[in-house]
């Protein structure tokens, strides 16, 4: 499953991604039209709740990149369901914009995920907050998702990771592909061949050839992520690396 069409077709993909198994089907999803406003009238502003069994998601977007406002309003067993309104309730968490800046994205179990507000060296980030507290458990960027399964109390995920090292291949083969085993696990013995890659961004970008060489290299892997009791660890699921390419 391909990340991507968020925003405007995001009750589209929020059903197609439940019928897929990715993530739970919300038992209500309002979406209402907000007042434009004067200084921007070509934006569509919009109010989304998105209802569960125990805590409704709330998202103001007011059609900038990025919503507004995220947050999580907890539901008890036995209450009504609360109204979708702007105005927030006294139990009502909000996101905070130091923590996480995009959309809501879906639901599984008690997990939220949001996604990114746009897309970054091929693919869409993502996090992982828990209802209760609505805090940030995990972070990542994928290009392409193949489940998220509850396993206990905890969250199983797996995806095509778009990774960004700390470090460029091209510049110092050896040792940032050290450098990037510790940091992800992957195996071998060298890392992938970048100069293709690089050497296209060089011609494109003449005038910064030399600066090219240094930019961190990003590329793709498959990726197992456990979630449990707040801690994430993460194994490649392959050692097969694709795309190796310079940092946007």
């Excluded at 995001?10 to 059903?15: H, K, M, P």
């Excluded at 439940?18 to 039209?33: H, N, R, S």
Aim: proline residues 6%; glycine residues 8%.
């Amino acid at each position: 499953m391909v990340l991507g069409c968020f925003r405007p077709c995001f009750a589209d993909t929020l059903s197609a991604e439940a019928a897929a198994g990715l993530f739970d089907k919300p038992t209500k999803l309002m979406q209402l039209p907000l007042p434009a406003d004067p200084a921007n009238p070509d934006t569509k502003a919009q109010l989304t709740c998105a209802y569960y069994a125990h805590f409704m998601i709330k998202e103001i977007d007011l059609g900038e990149l990025g919503a507004q406002q995220l947050s999580i309003l907890p539901i008890a067993t036995g209450q009504a369901r609360p109204a979708c309104r702007t105005e927030n309730s006294v139990e009502e968490k909000v996101i905070s914009a130091e923590d996480w800046s995009g959309y809501f994205w879906g639901v599984k179990g008690r997990y939220v995920f949001f996604s990114a507000d746009d897309g970054w060296n091929g693919g869409i980030g993502f996090a992982v907050f828990n209802a209760e507290e609505a805090s940030k458990l995990f972070e990542d960027a994928a290009k392409t998702w193949h489940s998220v399964k509850l396993s206990g109390d905890g969250l199983m995920l797996r995806y095509q990771r778009v990774f960004e090292a700390k470090c460029s291949l091209r510049a110092e083969p050896t040792g940032c592909w050290q450098k990037i085993k510790r940091d992800t696990g992957l195996p071998g013995a060298a890392g992938p061949d970048c100069t293709a890659a690089y050497a296209a961004e060089q011609k494109r970008t003449p005038a910064f050839a030399e600066q090219v060489l240094a930019d961190p290299t990003v590329f793709d892997y498959e990726v197992v992520v456990s979630l449990d009791a707040g801690n994430a660890k993460s194994t490649p699921a392959s050692a097969k690396i694709a795309n190796c390419r310079p940092s946007e």
